[in-house]
């Protein structure tokens, strides 16, 4: 029986490629699996954008490490993030859907810093400024945020992974 179910199977697909039958590619891709749960501090590798757009909830933690923090956010139109400042932690943000602005500043009351966000813009929100995210769109405003002190000393660019190599010798982590 076993033999049989295997012979139809590759008949069946002999013909189908041999018939020249066009596939339809959103048919057979496989869609990603988003469990949301903080998986930190272990190791992680999954879809960022399939999480950022999946997730409805305001905010929710994705990964907490000891030195970083992912979270994902869904800003409802009209909603924003609310006024924060972080002391001694560096925030990115980057939107994969929706319309909003940035807003950052040295104090509460003089925010002079503002620019407009939308699906692929990334915001650097250095450590000690006020900011603000508002949805400005008529959809949520779907992002992730990254929350980190950094590895590498500043201005850092290594052109070869051998020039890299040797940098990690010359400085602690």
Known sequence: ????IFL???LFLVAFVACDCPIDKKAVEVEAVVEFQDYGPQPFVFDMEAYTLENDLFR??????TYMQLTVMSIGPGEEIGLEMHDDVDQFIRVEAGKGIIL???SEDDLNFQEELEDDFA???????????INTGDEPLKLYSI?????????TIHNTY???????????H
């Open 1 to 4: 029986m076993k033999k049989c």
């Open 162 to 172: 051998e020039e890299a190599m040797e940098a990690e010798h010359d400085h602690d």
């Open 8 to 10: 139809f199977a590759t």
């Open 147 to 155: 929350y980190a002190k950094p590895e590498h000393p500043f201005g």
């Open 123 to 133: 915001a650097f929100i250095p450590a000690g400024k006020w900011h603000n995210v």
């Open 60 to 65: 929710q933690a994705i990964w907490t490490g």
């Open 104 to 106: 950052m500043g040295d």
